[in-house]
């Protein structure tokens, strides 16, 4: 081991992407195989059996980078120290409940996790959220780690980013690694908004390529759009090994830099970028290098596009509103 372990925590250890997740953290997957690891798992106090069950399952693995599992029950202890936060625990829509109301349950999570981050976490802390309502989530916990630079706080849209890529790629006969430059734009949600105009194949225009608006309107961006619920359709249970995929590539990219020539989406705080207003946190184009992302900028919006990116602005809008009212934010 050339460096001090970087502490990671997750929540919702216990959950399936919990589970899909941790083996790959503690096998090197996030961080690079240099970099050891300490996880700091939390969970509620009725799952906390089930986490210490899965860590027993961690030390079988006998993990060259695992330098350590403590599992916790409450969020302060949870976070401090904390290098990457994986914010994976959520509560569910169950039946009957309105967006108010699952976005108020929410914030009786993420409130008191950004405040946890804003007292222990590491300086140089960087968060990912992935429990639902991903972005707006994410908007709750930034709002109470006031200390905390607000670009440190995301939201995960890199599993529509990679079913899009999916997608194109057997659209077009190739192999994913020949598709760059996709864009998830706005929501981690059925309103979001793939976008091929910029994206490439084998180096010329994927939406030339395609040469089909109506396959890109009636069936790609639909598909991906609502890929979880045919997920949740088919296995009965929500995504879980391929969001905790995502998870990692988020993670792994934003600290060890993308590739040349190509760019990676990701949910983060607002510029003003794109006309998407300030602070809400949405999906962008973003290249990274040396542990931070910038917008890629300078990309031609057509009508089309506009219209599809301002619709699911405009709920993001629309849900940071309601966080607003619940005094959440
Ligand atoms: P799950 O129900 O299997 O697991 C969630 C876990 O979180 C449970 O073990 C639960 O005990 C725990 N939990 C609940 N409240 C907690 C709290 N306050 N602190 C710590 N832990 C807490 O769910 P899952 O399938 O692992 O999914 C987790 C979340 O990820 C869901 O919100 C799901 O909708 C979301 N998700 C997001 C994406 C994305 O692309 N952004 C993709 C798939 C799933
Ligand atoms: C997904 O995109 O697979 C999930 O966000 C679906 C869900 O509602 O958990």
Same mark, same amino acid.
């Given at each position: 081991m050339t460096q001090a372990p970087v502490n990671v925590t997750v929540t919702g250890a216990a959950g399936q992407i919990g589970y899909a997740l941790l083996f790959r953290i503690a096998s090197g997957q996030l961080l690079g195989q240099d970099t050891p690891v300490k996880l700091r798992l939390l969970e509620i106090p009725q799952a906390v059996t089930a986490a210490e069950g899965t860590a027993l399952e961690l030390e079988d693995c006998a993990f060259p980078l695992l330098a350590g599992v403590d599992i916790f029950d409450n969020a302060k202890d949870a976070f401090d120290g904390t290098n990457v936060g994986l914010l994976v625990g959520a509560r569910p829509r169950a039946k009957g409940m309105e967006r108010?109301?699952?976005?108020? +349950? !929410?914030?009786?999570?993420?409130?008191? @996790?950004?405040? %946890?981050?804003?007292a222990g976490a590491a300086d140089d802390v960087k968060i990912?959220?992935?429990?639902?309502? +991903? !972005?707006?989530?994410?908007?709750?916990? @930034?709002?109470? %780690?006031?200390?905390?630079?607000?670009e440190r706080f995301t939201a995960m849209t890199r599993l529509d980013h990679n079913?899009?890529?999916?997608?194109?790629a057997t659209k077009l006969g190739v192999g994913v690694a020949d598709i760059k430059k996709l864009t998830i734009w706005g929501n981690h949600s059925a309103t979001q908004y793939p976008d091929i105009f910029h994206a490439e194949v084998d180096g010329k225009n994927a939406a030339q390529a395609v040469g089909d608006q109506t396959w890109l309107e009636d069936e790609f961006i639909p598909r991906v759009a609502k890929r979880g619920a045919e997920i949740i359709e088919a296995r009965g249970a929500s995504s879980a090994a391929s969001a905790a995929n995502a998870a990692i590539d988020h993670v792994h990219d934003w600290v060890n830099g993308t590739s040349e020539g190509d760019w990676v989406s990701m949910g983060i705080p607002s510029d003003g970028s794109y006309d998407v207003p300030e602070g809400i946190i949405s999906s962008f184009p973003v290249t990274t290098s040396g542990g931070k992302y910038e917008i890629v900028q300078g990309l031609e919006?057509?009508?089309?596009?506009?219209?599809k990116i301002?619709?699911?602005?405009?709920?993001?809008t629309e849900e940071r509103d309601t966080v607003r009212q619940l005094g959440l934010v």
């Open positions: 108010g109301d699952l976005l108020e +349950a !929410n914030g009786g999570i993420f409130k008191p @996790q950004g405040e %946890a981050i804003n990912l959220v992935v429990g639902n309502p +991903a !972005n707006t989530n994410a908007l709750i916990a @930034q709002a109470h %780690a006031p200390d905390v630079p607000k079913r899009a890529a999916a997608q194109l919006i057509d009508e089309f596009s506009r219209g301002d619709a699911s602005v405009k709920e993001l």
